[in-house]
């Protein structure tokens, strides 16, 4: 019962994808930005399935297992700072993308003043082929864990059946077909959670036994902060989510995220897709904190246990057969929904940033997606790193090196291509010097890096004396 639930959710997934033909359009705009006429709702909810994924599936709540109460900091953090970027950057970057007629995040970030700076775009395009391939194949082995716990596969098969399953729905409608399974993937994403919790909780024995349990665990899980030497300093805790507030920021820096708003179908729509956007969210986010508390209470903790694993192992432990198959189907179509997202950011960028497809044909770019797909599926089946980590080192370099520049950019500042490429750089080069000396401990490095993309530009802008650009 487990696998034919999870078949017949892979096959609607599937099912949903290819039924984007009835309205797909045999153009590179229609194949890489859906025509630009994506309803508000339709393009909030594919972005939170896309931007959460794995992450939130398997990396949040390993994390929320081990560590408590304070990964409620990494929600605060990162909704607000997506927020806080999201009211100068998404309208600004919906409305220069149809300006420009680009169909890239890098092109569109290269052209952003009406001129053509081809080493931004370039480098751009590089930074996104390299570090997206990764993020993507990070998602496949996410989904590859949980098939493995489930049904005793072998991790690199889950790998390859997500792969192929992406490849034909996104080779047949392009990003409307990421779309439209997001859409789909993000409700039972949300309704396994929600069973996760519900039937969890009801273990247990209620809310308030709920509650009482999960202080008994230890003194500092249901702390606050953190209680490390370095914590008990006071501005610690304030370090703490502003490193996490800085990750939110850096979410206008992910190409696959920003390009649901690049497809919307009016810039005057943004503020509503805004609204469903943060309250789905904050919605899904507090249920995935809420689901690994009850992990922790049904699960204990063991030297051999792999936190990663502690909601397709409870689900097994708790479910009926047939909602089993639903949060496992849930969790696959998490992974699925960012890296369809990503392999398609990838695409764009090989075929426009690299300038392998200047006429802009259509069947270059479907072709571009099956390559680009075989890559990630071989990164995904010979990687084993943590995802959570080898996720937020893809994320912060895509956030370090493209949100300063937005930031500016929508702040109407003129940059020139040397000084673009300088914004790009320095955070860079900033963020893998805070790792190498571990900084990160005290500060997640994205902070800096954003801080140091930003900070190039004053300081140009005061010794080079470039006028409000």
Same mark, same amino acid.
């Given at each position: 019962?487990?696998?034919?639930?999870?078949?017949?959710?892979?096959?609607?997934?599937?099912?949903?994808?290819?039924? =984007?033909?009835?309205?797909?359009?045999?153009?590179?705009?229609?194949?890489?930005?859906?025509?630009?006429?994506?309803?508000?709702? !339709?393009?909030?909810?594919?972005?939170?399935?896309?931007?959460?994924?794995?992450?939130?599936?398997?990396?949040?709540?390993?994390?929320?297992?081990?560590?408590?109460?304070?990964?409620?900091?990494?929600?605060?953090?990162?909704?607000?700072?997506?927020?806080?970027?999201? !009211?100068?950057?998404?309208?600004?970057? &919906?409305?220069?993308?149809?300006?420009?007629?680009?169909?890239? @995040?890098?092109?569109?970030?290269?052209?952003?003043?009406?001129?053509?700076?081809?080493?931004?775009?370039?480098?751009?395009?590089?930074?996104?082929?390299?570090?997206?391939?990764?993020?993507?194949?990070?998602?496949?082995?996410?989904?590859?864990?949980? %098939?493995?716990?489930?049904?005793?596969?072998?991790?690199?098969?889950?790998?390859?059946?997500?792969?192929?399953?992406?490849?034909?729905?996104?080779?047949?409608?392009?990003?409307?077909?990421?779309?439209?399974?997001?859409?789909?993937?993000?409700?039972? %994403?949300?309704?396994?959670?929600?069973?996760?919790?519900?039937?969890?909780?009801?273990?247990?024995?209620? @809310?308030?036994?709920?509650?009482?349990?999960?202080?008994?665990?230890?003194?500092?899980?249901?702390?606050?902060?953190?209680?490390?030497?370095?914590?008990?300093?006071?501005?610690?805790? *304030? %370090?703490?989510?502003?490193?996490? *507030?800085?990750?939110?920021?850096?979410?206008?820096?992910?190409?696959?995220?920003?390009?649901?708003?690049?497809?919307?179908?009016?810039?005057?729509?943004?503020?509503?897709?805004?609204?469903?956007?943060?309250?789905?969210?904050?919605? @899904?986010?507090?249920?995935?904190?809420?689901?690994?508390?009850?992990? &922790?209470?049904?699960?204990?903790?063991?030297?051999?246990?792999?936190?990663?694993?502690?909601?397709?192992?409870?689900?097994?432990?708790? !479910?009926?057969?047939?909602?089993?198959?639903?949060?496992?189907?849930?969790? @696959?179509?998490?992974?699925?929904?960012?890296?369809?997202?990503?392999?398609?950011?990838?695409?764009?960028?090989?075929?426009?940033?690299?300038?392998?497809?200047?006429?802009?044909?259509?069947?270059?770019?479907?072709?571009?997606?099956?390559?680009?797909?075989?890559?990630?599926?071989?990164?995904?089946?010979?990687?084993?790193?943590?995802?959570?980590?080898?996720?937020?080192?893809?994320?912060?370099?895509?956030?370090?090196?493209? =949100?300063?520049?937005?930031?500016?950019?929508?702040?109407?500042?003129?940059?020139?291509?040397?000084?673009?490429?300088?914004?790009?750089?320095?955070?860079?080069?900033?963020?893998?010097?805070?790792?190498?000396?571990?900084?990160?401990?005290?500060?997640?490095?994205?902070?800096?890096?954003?801080?140091?993309?930003?900070?190039?530009?004053?300081?140009?802008?005061?010794? &080079?004396?470039?006028?409000?650009?």
């Amino acid at each position: 019962m487990i696998f034919l639930s999870f078949c017949l959710f892979l096959f609607l997934f599937t099912l949903i994808g290819f039924l =984007s033909v009835l309205k797909k359009k045999n153009t590179t705009q229609d194949y890489l930005l859906a025509n630009q006429e994506i309803k508000p709702w !339709l393009g909030a909810i594919s972005a939170i399935a896309t931007s959460n994924s794995g992450y939130m599936f398997i990396g949040q709540i390993g994390f929320t297992y081990v560590y408590g109460l304070q990964s409620v900091w990494l929600m605060f953090g990162l909704i607000f700072g997506d927020f806080i970027s999201s !009211l100068f950057v998404h309208k600004s970057l &919906r409305k220069k993308s149809e300006e420009l007629k680009v169909f890239s @995040f890098a092109n569109l970030v290269s052209k952003w003043h009406g001129k053509n700076y081809k080493y931004v775009q370039l480098f751009g395009g590089f930074i996104i082929i390299i570090f997206l391939s990764t993020y993507a194949a990070a998602q496949l082995n996410a989904g590859s864990k949980s %098939m493995h716990i489930l049904f005793g596969l072998d991790y690199r098969l889950g790998a390859i059946i997500g792969g192929i399953i992406v490849s034909l729905y996104c080779f047949s409608g392009g990003i409307r077909a990421s779309i439209w399974t997001d859409a789909a993937q993000s409700f039972v %994403m949300i309704v396994a959670m929600l069973l996760m919790v519900v039937f969890g909780v009801k273990e247990i024995g209620g @809310f308030s036994i709920f509650i009482n349990e999960l202080h008994k665990i230890s003194p500092d899980y249901m702390r606050w902060f953190p209680s490390t030497n370095f914590s008990e300093f006071f501005l610690a805790p *304030f %370090m703490f989510i502003t490193g996490w *507030f800085f990750s939110g920021v850096g979410v206008i820096g992910q190409p696959h995220v920003m390009v649901r708003f690049m497809t919307i179908d009016n810039t005057k729509n943004i503020p509503k897709t805004r609204i469903y956007y943060y309250t789905w969210y904050t919605l @899904f986010y507090s249920l995935t904190i809420c689901a690994a508390f009850v992990a &922790r209470l049904l699960i204990p903790e063991t030297d051999n246990s792999d936190p990663e694993l502690a909601l397709p192992t409870l689900a097994l432990n708790l !479910l009926p057969e047939f909602f089993v198959g639903v949060v496992l189907a849930g969790i @696959f179509a998490a992974t699925m929904s960012t890296a369809d997202s990503q392999i398609l950011a990838c695409t764009a960028s090989i075929t426009n940033d690299l300038s392998f497809n200047k006429k802009n044909n259509y069947l270059i770019n479907k072709f571009v997606t099956l390559i680009v797909t075989v890559f990630v599926v071989t990164i995904a089946i010979n990687e084993n790193k943590n995802v959570f980590n080898l996720v937020l080192m893809s994320w912060s370099t895509l956030a370090c090196c493209f =949100s300063p520049l937005i930031i500016i950019n929508s702040l109407k500042y003129k940059v020139s291509e040397f000084l673009s490429l300088m914004m790009m750089i320095v955070p860079l080069i900033t963020l893998l010097l805070w790792r190498h000396y571990e900084l990160n401990n005290f500060i997640y490095e994205v902070a800096p890096g954003i801080l140091s993309g930003i900070l190039t530009f004053f300081i140009f802008k005061q010794f &080079r004396k470039l006028n409000p650009f």
